[in-house]
């Protein structure tokens, strides 16, 4: 498969908890962005994070970016049932336009 | 600013028919991807059009084709429909070819009978 891994699959955490998804990819890459997606709808752009960056954050997200391990995390703090969604990381193969999105992790908010 | 807009929103086809799927890119975007997402799959890249030529493709079949226009709208044309073609399919605007952030429309969900 083309796709990067994304862990855990799925996710179940309280309101108000920290939600962290990681993803794993396989070639070297231009950035890394996180999409979120509402039941099975468009993707919605989170945040971006370039390949000469560690980390980025953005309101209540944080991003790390380890390209020796080809690796990121999202951290989601304080969590809302607004939440709830399915979270991609995509990368940008070098030398392509080509996106490669992971298989995503499906996070649910209890209130 | 309007958004990324796609049509139809659902469809039905059977096995061996042919569909064309539409969408307007966002307003100053003029490259436009293509992806079609299984049922709790990640979306898979299809192919991309920067001034009404195909710049990158995925793995993906010559019965996958597709247009872009000068007002930089986009279609997606499936030939001989097989089961397996059955997913939400998602245009994507962005700037400029690469690089930048994509904006999705909401998709046309296809089911093959």
């Known amino acids: 498969s083309q796709q990067g891994e994304e862990d855990p699959q799925a996710l179940s955490i309280q309101e108000g908890e920290n939600a962290t998804m990681n993803c794993s990819y396989k070639?070297?890459?231009?950035?890394l962005q996180w999409y979120r997606q509402n039941s099975g709808r468009g993707l919605v752009h989170l945040i971006l994070?370039?390949?000469?960056?560690r980390e980025k954050h953005s309101g209540r997200l944080r991003v790390t970016l380890d390209t020796s391990k080809k690796s990121s995390s999202l951290l989601i703090t304080a969590s809302r049932a607004a939440d709830t969604a399915s979270y991609f990381c995509?990368?940008?193969?070098?030398?392509?336009?080509?996106?490669?999105f992971g298989t995503g992790t499906r996070l649910k908010v209890l209130a | 600013e309007t958004g990324v807009t796609q049509s139809p929103t659902h469809l039905i086809k059977t096995r061996g028919q042919q569909v064309t799927l539409r969408c307007s890119s966002q307003?100053?975007?003029?490259?436009v991807s293509w992806y079609q997402q299984a049922l709790g799959q990640g979306p898979q890249f299809i192919f991309q059009?920067?001034?009404?030529?195909?710049?990158g493709r995925g793995n993906f079949p010559p019965r996958f084709s597709g247009l872009q226009f000068p007002n930089y709208s986009s279609e997606l044309n499936v030939n001989a429909l097989e089961l397996d073609d059955s997913a939400l399919y998602l245009c994507?605007?962005?700037?400029?070819?690469?690089?930048?952030?994509?904006?999705f429309g909401a998709g046309s969900r296809l089911t093959v009978l």
């Open positions: 059009y920067y001034r009404e030529e195909e710049n």
């Open positions: 070639t070297s890459i231009n950035n």
């Open positions: 307003s100053g975007h003029n490259t």
């Open positions: 995509a990368t940008l193969e070098s030398g392509t336009y080509k996106y490669i």
């Open positions: 994070i370039r390949s000469n960056e």
């Open positions: 994507a605007s962005s700037e400029v070819a690469g690089a930048n952030v994509l904006t």
